[in-house]
């Protein structure tokens, strides 16, 4: 079945500390894999996306994102974190012959100053 | 409008009424997604519009859920006879063309069923 887990509901960093978040997926086709970010109030916002090449891609707003293929894992980092990457993320598969993308249960930021 | 715009942004209703929840997509776009996100859930695929194509309602989780849109522009997505379960954020997106790398989403309606 295809599903995108991230196991961590909440996380708490404190400003300027590193952050990452975990993201598996369990997908048959060759995934296009990507991480979201929905700020309170507010839509999805695109931060980066994985399709094929370089397994380490680099997003908006300082943060980037790994593709390991043997841990079926993309998980998102930043080596500093502002207190305005207070959000909800989210991570997503899809794949070239499907219009759908399934994403995971999100994972909650808090940045403590 | 430059994004994708949704309305109502809140929505409050009681078990039993319709409601009806509308997308504006970015002018252009051909694809369209109804997406539904519970309390402390991912994203929920819900239905599909490409052009003019028959819609991918593979993702309605009821006979109570409909939606339409016609050719390139406004979708609704109408909620039939409400129920508590159906409280959620329903998210619409569009897409300039077929496939779902270029997802640009709405703010949302927050609809609440008492």
């Known amino acids: 079945a295809q599903s995108v887990t991230q196991p961590d509901i909440h996380i708490t960093v404190s400003e300027g500390a590193s952050l990452e978040l975990r993201c598996n997926y369990s997908?048959?086709?060759?995934?296009?894999l990507f991480w979201y970010v929905q700020s309170p109030g507010q839509g999805l916002q695109l931060l980066l996306k994985?399709?094929?090449?370089?397994?380490l891609v680099q997003g908006i707003k300082g943060f980037e994102a790994e593709f390991k293929r043997s841990q079926s894992s993309f998980n998102l980092r930043k080596p500093s974190v502002h207190w305005s990457d207070a959000a909800e993320y989210f991570c997503?598969?899809?794949?070239?012959?499907?219009?759908?993308?399934?994403f995971g249960t999100g994972t909650r930021l808090q940045v403590f100053p | 409008g430059a994004g994708v715009s949704q309305s109502p942004s809140n929505k409050v209703t009681e078990k039993g009424k319709d409601v009806e929840l509308r997308c504006d997509p970015i002018?252009?776009?051909?694809?369209l997604y109804w997406y539904r996100q519970r309390l402390g859930q991912g994203l929920e695929f819900l239905i599909y519009?490409?052009?003019?194509?028959?819609?991918?309602k593979s993702g309605l989780p009821s006979d109570r859920f409909s939606a339409e849109r016609t050719g390139e522009s406004v979708s609704t997505l109408t909620i039939q006879r409400t129920q508590q379960e159906d409280s959620a954020v329903y998210l619409c997106?569009?897409?300039?063309?077929?496939?779902?790398?270029?997802?640009?989403f709405g703010s949302g309606t927050q609809l609440s069923v008492l």
């Open positions: 997106a569009s897409s300039p063309d077929r496939g779902s790398e270029k997802l640009f």
């Open positions: 997908y048959g086709a060759t995934p296009y």
């Open positions: 994985y399709f094929s090449g370089d397994t």
């Open positions: 997503a598969v899809g794949a070239v012959n499907t219009d759908k993308l399934i």
């Open positions: 002018s252009g776009h051909t694809a």
């Open positions: 519009f490409q052009g003019n194509s028959a819609p991918d």
